[in-house]
């Protein structure tokens, strides 16, 4: 039977995607010697939050996530980042794939709302792997799962969340809000005659007192 190990040894943005994606280099070494047909494999991405330190801003940006610093202890719990599948084709020894991630920016999204409130540093992620192993045998494949210990830590660097934002919406951000709100917001647009969504809403903050 296969012994398999997997390793996150690198992300980087995919520059050309129809969605922002990342792109996480996985290292998959078979130690056993046997010889690898593929793998239908399928990963779990969890944020582990407790694992790294937080400057005074960015626990502000985290407050609608975890609430205050005194109740971290019972708050900062992992986050779900992306649950995906991809084929991994056949290898003896070793085999190095890109395993994409497509991303948002959608601030409803608890990861992209983590991820926006870091101003630089690594985001401990933590892969848990699962899925079905094919294995070149004589005189055909045998079948095997891959076990579910199987997993890999990686530290994402936020510069390469925040180039990957960039890419796809440079120097802009998203929010989602009702429908009646949006046709309300339409409304005020038209009648003031601004010519942008950021236009519209800073008119209203300058209105509110909140801009100066």
């Known amino acids: 039977m296969s012994e398999l190990v997997f390793d996150c040894v690198g992300a980087e943005p ?7 994606t990342l792109l996480f280099k996985l ?3 078979e130690t056993s010697g046997e010889s690898i ?6 990963c779990q991405i969890r944020i582990q939050p407790h694992l790294r330190r937080y400057s005074t801003e960015e626990e502000e940006g985290m407050l609608d996530l975890f609430g205050d610093r005194s109740r971290w202890g019972d708050t900062l719990k992992p986050l779900q980042f992306a649950t995906v599948s991809m ?3 056949a290898f003896r020894g070793a085999v190095e794939v890109d395993l994409p991630v497509v991303c948002t920016y959608d601030f ?6 983590y991820f926006h409130s870091l101003g630089d540093g690594e985001i401990p992620l933590l892969f848990l792997f699962s899925g079905t192993v094919f294995e070149k045998r004589e005189p055909g494949l045998s079948v095997s ?4 210990h199987k997993e890999a830590s990686f530290r994402l660097p936020v ?7 960039d890419l796809y919406f ?13 046709d309300a917001l339409q409304a005020f647009k038209s009648r003031a005659v601004l010519t942008t969504w950021d236009d519209t809403l800073h008119a209203l903050l300058k209105r509110a007192g909140e801009d100066g």
Request: hydrophobic share 50%; proline share 8%; net charge positive.
């Open 170 to 182: 440079p120097e802009s951000a998203w929010i989602r809000m009702r429908r009646d709100t949006l």
């Open 27 to 29: 290292r998959i070494s």
């Open 159 to 165: 510069a390469v969340w925040k180039e990957l934002m």
């Open 37 to 42: 047909g593929a793998i239908a494999l399928r």
């Open 108 to 113: 409803e999204v608890s990861a992209a709302k």
């Open 87 to 89: 084929m991994v084709p």
């Open 145 to 148: 799962q891959v076990p579910w």
């Open 14 to 20: 995919e520059r050309y995607g129809a969605a922002p």
